[in-house]
């Protein structure tokens, strides 16, 4: 049972900057890695980046230089850096965590919104 509690998003104007945070609780032992999905308006959740316990980071194309993931494996936290925002990068972002084996939770999401 693993819990996450995201925290951060909002408004910011188009090349403006953001930061995401995302807290894991619970059963924490299992987790390998972390990461942040999004999912604009009829579109299907797509994955942003994600980080390994070992530190190994894998980012979405469109995100690759302006994204950062970062996480603290003895607070069990991860964060999104986000730079150069874009409109396009408008959507809901969610907190995720994975054993070695799968999926083991969603955050509830958190809005953010770039304007022109």
């Known amino acids: 049972q693993v819990q996450l509690v995201e925290s951060g998003g909002g408004l910011v104007q188009a090349g403006g900057s953001l930061r995401l945070s995302c807290a894991a609780s619970?059963?924490?032992?299992?987790?390998?890695?972390m990461g942040w999905y999004r999912q604009a308006p009829g579109k299907q959740r797509e994955l942003v980046a994600t980080?390994?316990?070992?530190?190994?980071?894998n980012y979405a194309d469109s995100v690759k230089g302006r994204f950062t993931i970062s996480r603290d494996n003895v607070k069990n936290t991860v964060d999104l850096q986000m730079s150069s925002l874009k409109p396009e990068d408008t959507a809901v972002y969610y907190c995720n965590t994975r054993s070695y084996s799968g999926i083991l939770a969603w955050g509830q999401g958190t809005q953010v919104t770039v304007s022109s």
């Open positions: 619970g059963s924490t032992f299992s987790i390998n890695a």
């Open positions: 980080i390994t316990r070992g530190g190994s980071t």
